[in-house]
């Protein structure tokens, strides 16, 4: 099997069916306010509340609507589920993908040697990835209700509203007020031109594309 997790292949879901036609789409949500809660924290990416919900609002709404037409191509997990009941929900996925389940998938982090390649990587990057030589902590599901303020979650429930209700999340209905939703306008639409602008440059000849996307990691200290 070969495995790719990159958040911008959502954005290319009828392209990859194409040309991968027994390919296979793993969709791992996690709630939007531990998301953003978490994006505010790293260098490269936007910091905006507004725009970084609008942004998982639509890499998720996206694979729902495929998913809906390939159900059986898709695979859904809350970040959350795994978390708490790792055995269950890798189970599941292992029978998904038509290969047996080892126990050995629970103690991912005693042979990983991913973090220690990155011994020469930038302060930030090393950051970013800290937690991946760790095993699964149930502590890190809804640290946004100590991490986040009441005006950041309720924006992020005025944006992402019909999302949260879809996945199950709680409190999406404690929103903005209805005159302050005005004010979140100019976030959405930079989120929403952030997706169209990921999108063109992976459009892009590979060779141009890779020269804007090493200038943006040069500027982000990622390399």
């Not at 495995?3 to 954005?11: E, Q």
């Not at 507004?50 to 997990?77: G, T």
């Not at 599941?92 to 011994?119: A, H, M, V």
């Amino acid at each position: 099997l070969i495995v790719d997790k990159n958040n911008s292949n959502s954005l290319f879901i009828p392209e990859l069916i194409e040309l991968f036609p027994t390919a296979k789409f793993i969709h791992i949500v996690r709630d939007p306010r531990d998301t953003v809660a978490s994006y505010k924290q790293v260098p490269f990416d936007a910091n905006g509340t507004i725009a970084l919900a609008q942004r998982w609002k639509y890499y998720n709404r996206v694979i729902v609507k495929y998913s809906s037409r390939f159900p059986e191509k898709f695979h859904l997990i809350l970040f959350e589920n795994l978390l708490s009941e790792p055995k269950r929900y890798l189970s599941d996925l292992c029978q998904f993908l038509g290969i047996s389940f080892d126990e050995q998938l629970l103690q991912f982090y005693e042979k990983n040697s991913y973090y220690g390649n990155l011994k020469d990587a930038t302060a930030e990057v090393k950051t970013a990835y800290q937690n991946i030589n760790k095993p699964l902590d149930s502590n890190q599901a809804f640290k946004w209700k100590q991490n986040l303020e009441k005006k950041d979650w309720q924006e992020i429930n005025t944006v992402c509203r019909k999302e949260i209700a879809h996945f199950g999340y709680e409190n999406g209905k404690d929103m903005l007020p209805f005159v302050s939703r005005l004010k979140i306008a100019p976030g959405v639409c930079f989120g929403s031109l952030l997706n169209f602008s990921e999108k063109f440059i992976y459009a892009l000849p590979l060779r141009l594309r890779a020269g804007i996307i090493h200038i943006y990691r040069k500027r982000t200290k990622t390399i």
